[in-house]
């Protein structure tokens, strides 16, 4: 098959280009012209032979005639929509790159899709984001929640997310949603997981003193490994029922403290923790946030093979790597060539 991913420098976006390529599929991978190319680095190296079947193109979701030109020159299979100004902060201070991003990015893939008639199959990254305001009562979280985001981010989601319904309901484009919950692995920044497992792993490497500063631990979080994430991702392009909405998650809570607490276990070190550092707490952190994928598990039959211990177990030991060594980028790039 032929499949395009957008945001392919992205985390998940990544990992989704390997994962294609190791079952032989065409990859045709989109990252933003100034975005770096660090987590295709192992594909897209100088002097590295061609990767068959692989092809990276700069190009921005917004520029509606280069993504148009892009789609009906490759004709894809199938379209993993995963480009997006992901982040809250930088939602509150540029709402309207958010949603230029998010809502006119996923016009600009929905539309050539429509107007060639393609039979294009089209995952979109939805976010557990669009559930917003969340009690104890709503949790395990549904899909069939109400939606009620906090932050423009959240918002732009939301429109991302009736985008795609609305292109199947009214012009029969074949897609499917994704709303993802925390993700976590290898190649992630700036979420607790891979703050602390960078940050320990840094520590137990002797490069630099034994303490960390934290923010709120108490909170609980629905956390999936990135390899499950690719694996709910490709059935539910495999097996997800057209137009419909799934929830990406393991259905298991994790106490952020806790998470914390299996990463301190691992180092040799006596580590301080400094709790509810001003620079760590969030503006808005919900105390738990714990997905139900009873939908998705029905339709695709997904169960996720990692836990919590496994998914930190594989941070932690490719950090310690990294700062333990006397060459990291040369770790780096090595660590990729073995494990895309």
């Not at 990544?14 to 987590?39: M, Q, R, T």
């Not at 193109?57 to 480009?83: N, S, T, W």
């Not at 949603?99 to 294009?120: I, Q, R």
């Not at 899909?143 to 997310?161: A, F």
Request: net charge positive; aromatic share 10%.
């Amino acid at each position: 098959m032929k499949i395009m991913v957008t945001g392919a420098c992205g985390f998940i976006g990544s990992h989704l280009v390997d994962f294609c390529l190791s079952k032989g599929h065409g990859v045709l991978a989109l990252a933003k012209p100034e975005v770096d190319l660090a987590n295709l680095r192992h594909l897209t190296r100088k002097g590295k032979k061609p990767v068959q079947g692989f092809e990276l193109v700069q190009a921005d979701v917004r520029d509606a005639k280069k993504i148009e030109e892009l789609i009906a020159r490759f004709k894809p299979d199938g379209i993993f929509h995963m480009a997006a100004q992901s982040y809250v902060q930088p939602s509150w201070e540029n709402p309207r790159e958010t949603f230029d991003t998010n809502l006119g990015g996923t016009v600009n893939v929905f539309e050539p899709v429509k107007k060639l008639g393609l039979k294009t199959r089209v995952v979109v990254a939805c976010s557990s984001a669009e559930y917003g305001t969340i009690t104890k009562d709503d949790v395990p979280i549904k899909e069939t929640l109400p939606l009620q985001p906090l932050h423009p981010y959240g918002i732009s989601k939301v429109g991302q997310d009736l985008l795609a319904r609305q292109y199947f309901l009214n012009f029969g484009v074949d897609t499917v949603r994704l709303r993802y919950f925390n993700q976590t692995g290898i190649r992630k920044v700036k979420d607790a997981c891979a703050d602390f497992a960078m940050k320990v792993a840094e520590i137990d490497a002797g490069k630099c003193k034994p303490e960390m500063h934290v923010g709120n631990l108490e909170t609980q979080r629905d956390i999936q490994d990135i390899r499950d994430t690719v694996k709910a991702t490709w059935l539910a392009f495999e097996k997800g029922e057209k137009g419909d909405i799934y929830n990406a998650c393991t259905g298991v809570p994790t106490r952020i403290r806790d998470a914390l607490g299996i990463l301190l276990a691992m180092s040799s070190k006596k580590i301080t923790v400094i709790e509810k550092s001003e620079e760590k707490m969030r503006f808005l952190d919900e105390p738990i946030i714990l997905g139900d994928n009873t939908k998705l598990k029905k339709a695709t039959g997904y169960v996720p093979d990692f836990t919590i211990k496994d998914t930190l177990r594989s941070m932690f030991e490719y950090w310690k790597g990294f700062y333990s060594s006397s060459d990291p980028a040369s770790y780096w790039q090595s660590f990729y060539l073995k494990n895309p």
